[in-house]
């Protein structure tokens, strides 16, 4: 941050000489490396120059302007518009549903439910609190015990704490009328997408057996031309 003439720090992207300076601290064989805020591509830049294979290069960026402008000059570099605040290492479906949140794909949705899977998802719940204070969230605990004195109990309170945040959002309470209708809802929405996946396998087969059929018919079809032309010859 460079000092202007009153003595305020300002922001400013990093020079060439900077950026240097920080990619010659990283080895030309790292296995991988992580940007955290890529800005400009100032450092981004020179950790190519460095010798850092793109493909071992990861540079995350929360700004839209600034994220659509790595993406244009590095197409060859993976380009994440997200946060700082979770690891390079964990998997693709918390960094993309955090991408997308950022962006603004998922404004449609009045809140998340995080299932219990894992610590990343229930940092992933946290975090969407932080960045979408707005929005309705809710980590959906999973119990360890399945007996019903303890696992059973514990499992009910969870879906009694959901129900409520769920009756906050909605303005009302949540009967158990809601609760059935919701139910029969999805599940019929479930039968719906069972039936146009095997409608679409259904065709997707039908157009293998008709490109198979084509193949023979035009084969059979070459050999006769074939057959025609040498008795011409003759």
């Given at each position: 941050?460079?000092?202007?003439?009153?003595?305020?720090?300002?922001?400013?992207?990093?020079?060439?000489?900077?950026?240097?300076?920080?990619?010659?601290?990283?080895?030309?064989?790292?296995?991988?490396?992580?940007?955290?805020?890529?800005?400009?591509?100032?450092?981004?830049?020179a950790?190519?120059?460095?010798?850092?294979?793109?493909?071992?290069?990861?540079?995350?960026?929360?700004n839209?302007?600034?994220?659509?402008?790595l993406?244009?000059?590095?197409?060859?570099?993976?380009?994440?518009?997200?946060?700082?605040?979770?690891?390079?290492?964990?998997?693709?479906?918390?960094?993309?549903?955090?991408?997308?949140?950022?962006?603004?794909?998922?404004?449609?949705?009045?809140?998340?439910?995080?299932?219990?899977?894992?610590?990343v998802?229930?940092?992933?719940?946290?975090?969407?609190?932080?960045?979408?204070?707005?929005?309705?969230?809710?980590?959906?605990?999973?119990?360890?015990?399945?007996d019903?004195?303890?696992?059973?109990?514990?499992?009910?309170?969870?879906?009694?704490?959901?129900?409520?945040?769920?009756?906050?959002?909605?303005?009302?309470?949540?009967?158990?009328?809601?609760?059935?209708?919701?139910?029969?809802?999805?599940?019929?929405?479930?039968?719906?997408?069972?039936?146009l996946?095997?409608?679409?396998?259904?065709?997707?087969?039908?157009?293998?057996?008709?490109?198979?059929?084509?193949?023979?018919?035009?084969?059979?079809?070459?050999?006769v031309?074939?057959?025609?032309l040498?008795?011409?010859?003759?």
């Amino acid at each position: 941050m460079p000092l202007t003439g009153d003595g305020k720090l300002t922001l400013a992207p990093s020079g060439r000489e900077l950026a240097r300076q920080v990619a010659a601290a990283c080895g030309a064989n790292a296995r991988a490396v992580v940007e955290l805020g890529g800005g400009t591509g100032a450092i981004t830049e020179a950790l190519l120059e460095r010798g850092i294979h793109p493909e071992r290069l990861l540079v995350l960026e929360r700004n839209p302007e600034l994220y659509a402008l790595l993406l244009a000059r590095f197409p060859e570099v993976e380009i994440v518009r997200g946060d700082a605040c979770y690891q390079s290492y964990i998997c693709h479906l918390p960094r993309s549903v955090m991408e997308l949140g950022l962006n603004g794909s998922l404004d449609c949705l009045d809140g998340m439910i995080f299932p219990s899977t894992c610590d990343v998802i229930r940092n992933l719940s946290g975090m969407w609190q932080i960045i979408f204070p707005g929005k309705f969230v809710h980590y959906f605990d999973m119990p360890q015990n399945f007996d019903a004195a303890i696992g059973g109990a514990f499992y009910s309170g969870e879906l009694r704490t959901l129900l409520q945040g769920l009756a906050e959002l909605a303005g009302r309470a949540v009967t158990d009328d809601d609760l059935r209708r919701a139910v029969a809802a999805y599940n019929e929405n479930r039968r719906l997408v069972s039936e146009l996946r095997t409608a679409v396998q259904q065709l997707q087969e039908r157009e293998k057996e008709l490109e198979r059929e084509l193949t023979l018919r035009t084969k059979e079809l070459k050999e006769v031309v074939d057959r025609l032309l040498a008795k011409k010859k003759n």
